[in-house]
């Protein structure tokens, strides 16, 4: 999505002299001590004062993130509501296409897989759940070859019963995470409210969640963790909190492409995925710093188009923006996908993304990008000495995937709020 090709990045770098070839190594290496990328081939590259090096491996740093896999084991009990929560997690309804089929009765007899819409790398899967097949526990988890998932979900929709334990052993004997979901919670609101109206919303779910894990101590666990979950709510209860456990314990590199291909369940999951996005920034900036600018009309200086939209496309999908998935989030939150659109300000989101959109882009936010460039340029004078840290050029790139990315991550916000009945004046 952002290669840059080593041929064009060693034949642009010899247009630059001696001096502005010191120049952006300088500004380089202070991204580098910015930013500490463990690739070692990056750091030996700069040490060189091998440019083109630097920006080969800075792609090769882009494209390791961005073919990171991620498979995810769902199980549970018939009706439990796995399938419900594969479909959340995939920003999916219940009954529309590619969703995983739902109903009273089991659907799942085989382990199913169901690719992410935001990222075909990362892989849900739909397990059936031990008690509606003839396995013990440790012949179910040769089945259902568990040693291909990265963690696992165990759900239950009433209590976690001695296979669900089983089951959970038998992973713990991996060396694997999982987590117990209590699905369905909003039914049990509902039920308890309709028989006494001054329920307290507060109480049912101490309730379920002081049950639930009394029931796992019983089968052996101390202190586990039980998260109470709606798959068809997922911003609501504690499905923010599996994601911070999630945050803390998953590899960063899994951690982060499973962010990005989260639904927006919260404002802090949009923050986090826009520092995510940003971190991107700076290597896209290295491997722009040496390739040829295209000229944009009322920029002073030429950017790497190329990477702009590759990058004004990775953060439509990641923010949920894209015509596509504003159409899913509209079915899931029964939000119209006109309403939804109201919310965007951005030239960038709910359209398909173009070479000619983005340069029209680009010129109309040229005094914006010009002027945080040379924000931008001033922050490296008492670094480097020099106003023009990275060329001119390398500093609009950077100036306008920042302001690209900051408008977007605007647009996601209140199109969040705006789906979940929140104020988006505010």
């Excluded at 909190?241 to 590199?253: G, Q, R, S, Y």
């Excluded at 990641?318 to 006109?338: A, F, R």
């Amino acid at each position: 999505m952002f290669r840059c090709h080593s041929s064009v990045l060693k034949g642009a770098y010899v247009q630059y002299s001696h001096f502005e070839r010191a120049i952006l190594f300088k500004a380089v290496i202070l991204i580098y001590c910015i930013y500490r990328p463990t690739e070692e081939g990056i750091k030996a590259a700069l040490q060189n004062s091998d440019l083109a090096k630097a920006a080969e491996m800075a792609q090769k740093f882009l494209d390791k993130s961005k073919n990171v896999r991620v498979n995810i084991g769902i199980t549970g009990e018939s009706g439990s509501g796995k399938s419900t929560l594969v479909n959340a997690l995939r920003g999916i309804k219940n009954r529309t296409e590619g969703a995983a089929p739902t109903g009273v009765n089991e659907t799942t007899m085989e382990p199913t897989e169901y690719p992410h819409p935001k990222n075909n790398n990362i892989r849900i899967w739909d397990l059936p759940g031990i008690g509606t097949v003839n396995f013990t526990a440790d012949e179910y988890i040769k089945k259902m070859e568990f040693e291909k998932y990265d963690f696992f979900i165990i759900v239950s929709n009433d209590r976690f019963r001695e296979n669900d334990a089983k089951l959970a052993k038998e992973i713990q004997k991996m060396k694997k995470k999982f987590y117990f979901v209590r699905s369905k919670i909003d039914q049990n609101i509902s039920s308890e409210k309709m028989e006494d109206p001054k329920t307290k919303e507060e109480k049912v779910l101490k309730e379920v969640k002081n049950y639930c894990t009394e029931e796992l101590e019983k089968l052996g666990f101390k202190s586990p963790k039980v998260f109470l979950v709606s798959g068809f709510r997922l911003h609501l209860y504690e499905f923010k909190d599996l994601w911070k456990t999630l945050n803390v314990e998953l590899p960063k590199h899994q951690r982060d492409v499973l962010l990005l291909a989260l639904p927006n369940i919260s404002l802090d999951v949009v923050q986090q995925k826009k520092q995510t996005l940003a971190s991107s920034i700076t290597w896209l900036t290295v491997t722009s710093a040496a390739v040829a600018a295209v000229p944009v009309p009322g920029l002073s200086c030429g950017v790497d188009v190329t990477i702009i939209l590759g990058f004004a496309v990775h953060c439509v999908v990641s923010l949920g923006l894209t015509p596509n998935l504003l159409q899913k989030l509209s079915d899931v939150s029964g939000v119209s996908l006109e309403d939804l659109k109201a919310e965007i300000k951005s030239p960038l989101a709910g359209v398909e993304i173009t070479k000619d959109l983005i340069i029209k882009f680009l010129a109309t936010s040229a005094s914006v990008i010009t002027e945080m460039a040379i924000e931008e340029g001033l922050r490296f004078i008492p670094i480097i000495g020099t106003l023009v840290a990275m060329s001119l050029s390398g500093v609009a790139t950077y100036s306008a995937l920042t302001y690209i990315l900051n408008s977007l991550t605007e647009d996601a916000q209140r199109v969040f709020k705006r789906s979940v009945g929140l104020n988006t004046s505010v």
